[in-house]
């Protein structure tokens, strides 16, 4: 089953806006990632935190981590129009060697 | 220079067809990885190789048939295509093997099977 889910799987919002997309897995893990897709494209990797962590800064980015709730979110604050993409969580599965990805959550941002 | 480039980036052919994709990482890392992303966007490992070892196999139809003749290059053949393969397939490397590891991504190869 998937590991990683997101929500909401769509979100639009005015540019300068803040953006908050959740990350929900089902197992224990190790570390969680977040990755941005830009359409046509493939993934690039945004932030890494591992289970020890509860927050993380890298920008304008913002994660959270939840083990007890087995969550995570991404905070984008001040969004532009290039953040327009699909933003997705890969969770590993306590040391397994492989990420699982989420389905993602497309963020458009209306300028 | 493109870090993680991929060829072709389209591939359009019939049922029953042989076909290739070929990566290659020009960052120096030991682990090379292919994806399935199907026309919901989720992504599915498929295979992993480190230092052109193969360390993750899927659940992948033998159909699927990766090669790594050095550590920069990851290939992937698929014999009798069927119609359920047309997806985006990308290639992605990473430093090292282990999931605390952060992958580089290649622009993805869009084949659809007629």
């Known amino acids: 089953s998937q590991q990683g889910e997101e929500d909401p799987q769509a979100l639009s919002i005015q540019e300068g806006e803040n953006a908050t997309m959740n990350c929900s897995y089902k197992?224990?893990?190790?570390?969680l990632q977040w990755y941005r897709q830009n359409s046509g494209r493939g993934l690039v990797h945004l932030i890494l935190?591992?289970?020890?962590?509860r927050e993380k800064h890298s920008g304008r980015l913002r994660v959270t981590l939840d083990t007890s709730k087995k969550s995570s979110s991404l905070l984008i604050t001040a969004s532009r129009a290039a953040d327009t993409a699909s933003y997705f969580c890969a969770t590993d599965n306590f040391g397994n060697e492989k990420l699982t990805f989420g389905t993602g959550t497309r963020l458009t941002i209306i300028p | 220079d493109t870090a993680v480039s991929q060829t072709p980036k389209y591939l359009v052919t019939q049922m029953g067809n042989d076909k290739s994709i070929k990566c290659e990482q020009n960052?120096?890392?030991?682990?090379m990885y292919w994806y399935k992303q199907d026309s919901k966007k989720f992504l599915k490992i498929m295979f992993s190789y480190n230092n052109k070892e193969l360390i993750i196999n899927e659940t992948v139809p033998n159909r699927f048939s990766p090669k790594s003749p050095d550590k920069a290059h990851l290939n992937l053949h698929i014999n009798s295509l069927e119609l359920g393969d047309s997806a985006v397939y990308f290639c992605?490397?990473?430093?090292?093997?282990?999931?605390?590891?952060?992958?580089?991504f290649g622009p993805g190869t869009r084949l659809t099977v007629l």
């Open positions: 992605a490397s990473s430093r090292f093997s282990g999931s605390n590891n952060e992958q580089f």
């Open positions: 197992t224990s893990i190790n570390n």
């Open positions: 960052l120096g890392h030991d682990t």
């Open positions: 935190i591992r289970s020890n962590e």
